[in-house]
């Protein structure tokens, strides 16, 4: 397992871009090997927001593993909880619970279930399942930090086939109104859902133009350049006033997997045999450069 060293957080001012890059491969191998012991998971949905993890848990949020229910922690929800299986292992290396848990993962009985529960798992601020509910309990978490009079950030990570549902705009336009300037939300725009291309779907672009449009503060950056989310990182504002913050994440969808980048087939899946060997090399070569298939 690619590791911090064990009860040491890392330099969160100082994190250097080849750490970074090896802890988004570590999140793709290990969602890779959890998936075999479970038999299926989410593959795709995990590798496009595998540098966006990556970069919040290593190199920005305000966290104390010893300490998870410290009140002025930075409070984090994966709207998109079908990939918590590249969540889990973050947790895990950074000692909120003992990594051998994880090969207990979606078993009978497990605390680890391919959506996550808050209840169960150390670390977590939230519980997923039906998707579309993330922004507005991340809303509620940037109202509370304010009225107790605490300084958190509250992240939020969306997926593009979510934001379709009516719930997810009536919480832009009550951070807006709110002036959440502590609520940052992360969308995880790699094109596809598990129905097919969202644009077919319910067309959402010019999406920047529209947060924009309900009092957002919008930045559009590439998802899986670290620099460009670090950067997006240090543009936040400080305090708890202002205008709510959104990050736009251009991604690829099973980017670093090349069978399935931008792929319908993989959105759920299980790999053996040989095909777990590849992908696995594959993913420990690094990134290659992503070209995109020509629209027929």
Not at 160 to 169: A, K, L, M, N, T
Request: charged share 25%.
């Amino acid at each position: 397992m690619f590791s911090i060293k064990e009860g040491a957080l890392p330099d969160r001012s100082n994190v250097s871009l080849a750490v970074l890059e090896g802890y988004a491969k570590f999140i793709r191998t290990e969602t890779v090997r959890l998936t075999r012991i479970a038999g299926a998971g989410h593959y795709s949905s995990t590798f496009s927001c595998a540098e966006m993890l990556a970069a919040l848990y290593y190199a920005q949020m305000r966290i104390e593993p010893s300490n998870p229910n410290w009140e002025d922690r930075d409070r984090f929800v994966m709207s998109k909880g079908h990939a918590a299986i590249g969540l889990y292992p973050v947790l895990a290396d950074l000692g909120y619970f003992d990594p051998a848990e994880l090969d207990t993962y979606t078993r009978l009985g497990s605390k680890y279930g391919d959506h996550p529960d808050m209840k169960k798992v150390r670390g977590l601020d939230f519980s997923s399942g039906s998707l579309g509910h993330g922004l507005s309990i991340g809303l509620g978490m940037a109202l509370a930090g304010r009225v107790s009079g605490r300084d958190y950030r509250t992240y939020v990570m969306l997926g593009d086939g979510e934001i379709s549902e009516g719930q997810i705009w009536e919480a832009v336009i009550a951070a807006g109104h709110f002036q959440l300037g502590h609520l940052v939300l992360l969308l995880d725009r790699n094109g596809l859902c598990i129905d097919g291309h969202t644009e077919d779907i319910m067309g959402i672009e010019p999406v920047h133009e529209r947060f924009a449009a309900f009092g957002w503060d919008v930045q559009r950056i590439d998802g899986h350049d670290f620099p460009s989310i670090l950067g997006a990182f240090q543009n936040l504002p400080e305090g708890t006033t202002g205008k709510p913050q959104a990050i736009v994440c251009d991604t690829v969808k099973g980017r670093g997997v090349k069978r399935m980048e931008m792929s319908l087939d993989w959105h759920v899946g299980n790999l053996v045999g040989e095909d777990y060997d590849d992908v696995m090399a594959e993913l420990e070569a690094g990134l290659q450069p992503y070209e995109a298939e020509p629209v027929a």
